[in-house]
């Protein structure tokens, strides 16, 4: 048995009794020390925290440290600082900007066909019951089984082997993982999730079949980390106002693998559509100016996401102000029409802003409207009409703007046509404020 696993052992049987106006006597040993700051810590964080501190060395405080990130994820933030510069330290950090280790599970994503055509909602599931053949690899902890701390060990182990593609030892390193006092389904699963990232972050597309069965072993976080996935290739989009190279080229193969992946299963083309919505997010938040280079680049199948990313970054860039909803047409046909040409242009990691899902679950009206998935974070209305689906785009953005371009929606509510007139009267329903919309991509 390592020496982490004896103490915390040890730490399981020490019984450690509240604290009352007597003075506890002093502890002699580590394990009756460390019991002593867990219990604090489950009844007053800023004491534990103070016991913790005051652990005579950093073995007691890393050990003390990596056991309650174990059983209480959601406060760990105030403990990475207590930690030295390492391993654990990286993963205390990490886990605290994982808000899905104390969450509950997700409602079940709504699957099934449309009247009227396109996806009943925009987050990402299989159609069919798959199961990764990674669940069947068995715990093999490898030189981690003798290491100080073996759970921060094959956490890391696993992202390396990823990065490196080799995703069944990965995930052999993960199923190796046992915990004291936490959920140990969830911090496997936390694991295959954190190998999938360093899957794809290395491999790029080549990886993602490697990276997609890892995350269908993810457990409950299988959704989120899928996401994570189409969001890490999506994010490396060349900005939209320059001309095509590798980059654009990379993103082509990305949505060719993930086609691939899924080509079996119903919810292929929602996949892909995810990602094309997402990459063309990315790539016009990265444009310092809106232009039609895009649409030579990309499939046709694909042009109403250049619409929705377009008329986003349009309305960001110029404001709503008080122009009508013919001037901001003629305004985003003009510049879709123009093109910047020129070498592509490779711009750094850019925020993607919050655009939320203001489509929720379909009712009676919404049956006759076909629905594509919105910038990889919600769903709106689409139609075959160019001219339709720029307005739509429009509506969108200007929904969306702080305040709200309501003029504009109940401008739109007038226009004869009938998924554009949709569009209008749904949003000015919603009226969600700019603070109730869901900051970031996807989960």
């Given at each position: 048995?390592?020496?982490?696993?004896?103490?915390?052992?040890?730490?399981?049987?020490?019984?450690?009794?509240?604290?009352?106006?007597v003075?506890?006597?002093?502890?002699?040993?580590?394990?009756?020390?460390?019991?002593?700051?867990?219990?604090?810590?489950?009844?007053?964080?800023?004491?534990?925290?103070?016991?913790?501190?005051?652990?005579?060395?950093?073995?007691?405080?890393?050990?003390?440290?990596?056991?309650?990130?174990?059983?209480?994820?959601?406060?760990?933030?105030?403990?990475?600082d207590?930690?030295?510069?390492?391993?654990?330290?990286?993963?205390?950090?990490?886990?605290?900007?994982?808000?899905?280790?104390?969450?509950?599970?997700?409602?079940?994503?709504?699957?099934?066909?449309?009247?009227?055509?396109?996806?009943r909602?925009?987050r990402?599931?299989?159609?069919?019951?798959?199961?990764?053949?990674?669940?069947?690899?068995?715990?093999?902890?490898?030189?981690?089984?003798?290491?100080?701390?073996?759970?921060?060990?094959?956490?890391?182990?696993?992202?390396?082997?990823?990065?490196?593609?080799?995703v069944?030892?990965?995930?052999?390193?993960?199923?190796?993982?046992?915990?004291?006092?936490?959920?140990?389904?969830?911090?496997?699963?936390?694991?295959?999730?954190?190998?999938?990232?360093?899957?794809?972050?290395?491999?790029?597309?080549?990886?993602?079949?490697?990276a997609?069965?890892?995350?269908?072993?993810?457990?409950?976080?299988?959704?989120?980390?899928?996401?994570?996935?189409?969001?890490?290739?999506?994010?490396?989009?060349?900005?939209a106002?320059?001309?095509?190279?590798?980059?654009?080229?990379?993103?082509?193969?990305?949505?060719?693998?993930?086609?691939?992946?899924?080509?079996?299963?119903?919810?292929?083309?929602?996949?892909?559509?995810?990602?094309?919505?997402?990459?063309?997010?990315?790539?016009?938040?990265?444009a310092?100016?809106?232009?039609?280079?895009?649409?030579?680049s990309?499939?046709?199948?694909?042009?109403?996401?250049?619409?929705?990313?377009?008329?986003?970054r349009?309305?960001?860039?110029?404001?709503?102000?008080?122009?009508?909803?013919?001037?901001?047409?003629?305004?985003?046909?003009?510049?879709?029409?123009?093109?910047?040409?020129?070498?592509?242009?490779?711009?750094?990691?850019?925020?993607?802003?919050?655009v939320?899902?203001?489509?929720?679950?379909?009712?009676?009206?919404?049956?006759?409207?076909?629905?594509?998935?919105?910038?990889?974070?919600?769903?709106?209305?689409?139609?075959?009409s160019?001219?339709?689906?720029?307005?739509?785009?429009?509506?969108?953005a200007?929904?969306?703007?702080?305040?709200?371009g309501?003029?504009?929606?109940?401008?739109?509510?007038a226009?004869?046509?009938?998924?554009?007139?949709?569009?209008?009267?749904r949003?000015?329903?919603?009226?969600?404020?700019?603070?109730?919309?869901?900051?970031?991509?996807?989960?």
């Amino acid at each position: 048995m390592s020496p982490f696993a004896l103490l915390f052992f040890l730490l399981g049987g020490c019984s450690v009794s509240p604290p009352s106006d007597v003075s506890p006597p002093s502890c002699a040993d580590a394990a009756c020390r460390q019991a002593r700051a867990l219990a604090a810590w489950a009844q007053e964080p800023a004491e534990g925290i103070r016991l913790i501190e005051a652990l005579p060395d950093g073995v007691e405080r890393s050990a003390a440290v990596a056991r309650l990130m174990e059983s209480d994820p959601a406060g760990v933030s105030e403990l990475c600082d207590l930690l030295p510069q390492g391993k654990l330290r990286v993963r205390c950090q990490r886990t605290a900007d994982r808000p899905h280790l104390w969450e509950g599970p997700t409602d079940p994503v709504p699957t099934g066909v449309r009247a009227a055509g396109g996806p009943r909602s925009h987050r990402l599931a299989s159609v069919q019951t798959r199961t990764s053949v990674l669940l069947s690899v068995s715990g093999d902890l490898g030189l981690c089984i003798s290491a100080p701390d073996p759970h921060t060990c094959a956490w890391a182990r696993a992202m390396e082997l990823g990065a490196k593609g080799q995703v069944r030892e990965a995930a052999a390193r993960c199923a190796g993982i046992k915990v004291e006092g936490g959920d140990v389904d969830a911090w496997q699963s936390e694991c295959r999730f954190s190998a999938a990232e360093a899957t794809i972050r290395a491999q790029g597309a080549a990886g993602y079949a490697g990276a997609a069965e890892l995350c269908l072993s993810a457990g409950r976080f299988q959704e989120r980390c899928l996401i994570h996935l189409s969001r890490d290739l999506a994010a490396r989009a060349p900005a939209a106002d320059g001309g095509s190279g590798p980059a654009l080229e990379a993103m082509v193969e990305a949505a060719e693998a993930i086609g691939r992946f899924w080509a079996d299963d119903a919810a292929a083309p929602k996949f892909v559509d995810h990602f094309w919505s997402l990459a063309l997010g990315y790539a016009f938040q990265k444009a310092q100016t809106v232009t039609g280079d895009m649409l030579d680049s990309v499939p046709a199948s694909v042009r109403p996401h250049v619409h929705a990313a377009a008329a986003w970054r349009l309305v960001a860039l110029e404001g709503l102000g008080t122009h009508n909803l013919p001037y901001w047409l003629r305004a985003l046909d003009v510049a879709l029409a123009s093109r910047a040409g020129g070498p592509e242009r490779l711009v750094d990691a850019v925020h993607m802003p919050g655009v939320g899902n203001l489509w929720g679950v379909d009712v009676a009206a919404d049956r006759e409207v076909r629905a594509i998935i919105y910038m990889g974070m919600g769903r709106r209305g689409t139609s075959v009409s160019t001219a339709s689906d720029r307005l739509i785009c429009l509506l969108e953005a200007a929904a969306r703007q702080d305040p709200p371009g309501m003029a504009l929606l109940a401008e739109a509510a007038a226009i004869p046509d009938p998924a554009v007139r949709w569009t209008a009267n749904r949003l000015l329903r919603v009226r969600l404020k700019p603070k109730d919309i869901k900051k970031g991509p996807g989960l």
